[in-house]
Nanobody
């Protein structure tokens, strides 16, 4: 079993940047593709980005494409989400999770072992 801890959230003005980190313990993260999701109050958890096990393939939601970049450092057992040009609608709790071997990259049901999340708040 792998445990993930997210960090790097905070309060930022619109147009600003944040870099989220996802640190793994337990099993090596290299065994897994990893996704970032977010959840705003009263809304369903939504897909943000995902990266395959070696970082060679990435996936993004249309709402963040061109602004966010997902990456990983397997030597450090970590995954990152660089968020630029932030908008108030990006405000949410952000979660990372390892993906199961089957299922869609874009649906939260394909992921297990969710962390506690990190709050991102973008002011206008």
């Amino acid at each position: 079993q792998v445990q993930l801890v997210e960090s790097g959230g905070g309060l930022v003005q619109a147009g600003g940047s944040l870099r989220l980190s996802c640190a793994a313990s337990g099993r090596a993260l290299t065994r897994y593709d990893v996704g970032w999701f977010r959840q705003a109050p009263g809304k369903e958890r939504e897909f943000v980005a995902a990266v395959n096990w070696n970082g060679g393939t990435t996936y993004y939601s249309d709402s963040v494409k061109g602004r966010f970049t997902i990456s990983r450092d397997n030597a450090k057992n970590m995954v990152f989400l660089q968020m630029n040009s932030l908008k108030p609608e990006d405000t949410a709790v952000y979660y990372c999770a390892p993906k199961r071997y089957t299922g869609s990259y874009y649906h939260f049901g394909s992921y297990d072992y969710w962390g506690q999340g990190t709050q991102v708040t973008v002011s206008s």
